[in-house]
Structure formats: C-alpha cells, structure tokens
C-alpha cells in the first residue's frame, strides 16, 4: 500500500511540473498572409472592411474584444495561429454586422490584455495543444 501511495504521489508531482512548464511562444505573424488565404475567402465577410492599427469613419461601438482559440494539434504553429485570428477577425465581423456597421477599426492584438498594434502583423500564441489570438477593435460606419 505504502508502494501504490507513492507512486500516486510522485504522479501527480510529475503533473504539476510539466503543467508548469507548459509551451506559450509567442508568435508574430503577417496579417496579409492569414486575409489573402483560401480559408480567409470561405470564412470572412468581404463586405465589413478591416482597418488594422487604424482608424476609419465614425465609430458606433468601441473596444470590442475577442479572444479565439484552436487545437493545434497535428498542425503547424502557423496554421493554428492562422485559423485562430481568422476566427477572431469573423467574430468581429459579425458583431459589426449586427450593430449594422461597415467596418472595423482599430483593430490590435490584446493578448492578456496588452495592445500590440501593427499594420503588418497579429500576435498569437501557441502551446503543445492549443493556439490563441485575442483581437480588440472599433465599429464603425
């Protein structure tokens, strides 16, 4: 009994250690690359405009954020990352269709909460199972 308690012990403590050295890169990534793929084309709304670290027209809603998540397993980094903010820039498309807006601006990385803004590219982060990219923008008409 003593053997079995052990072993349950130094399980869990195994657990603990690997769960605190969890995988978390951060990666930059270009906006263009994400918006001019095929899965951009089946899944975006091409008539809600983007405006990324920019301002366009009169803002009727502001700092809307989203925060999408995707399995990254048994995929690259990239493509992970890459689907993530695709379903992150559709989720505020849709909100700016249902405030009836045309566009959204402004729109930065918010990843835990820190604004990286970039014309160029999106920050996402990825671990062993899962990728994240969390979007924070404005929508306007």
Partial sequence: M????RT????????????????DDKLLLPIQDALNSPE???VLNPNVQL?????SGRVVQAGLVTNRKTSSVG????AACQWAFLAAVK???EQASSNHATKVTNIVSYY????????????CHAGGV????????DLAK
Avoid: P, W
């Fill in 8 to 23: 349950i012990i130094m399980i869990a403590f195994m657990a603990c250690v690997t769960a605190a050295h969890a995988r």
């Fill in 75 to 78: 995929k690259s980094d990239e």
């Fill in 112 to 123: 835990k909460k820190n604004s990286m803004a970039s014309t160029n590219e999106y920050e």
């Fill in 40 to 42: 951009a084309v089946k």
């Fill in 91 to 93: 989720q505020l498309q």
């Fill in 130 to 137: 899962i990728a994240g990219v969390a979007l924070k923008g």
């Fill in 2 to 5: 003593k053997k079995f308690s």
């Fill in 51 to 55: 405006y990324f670290a920019k301002s």
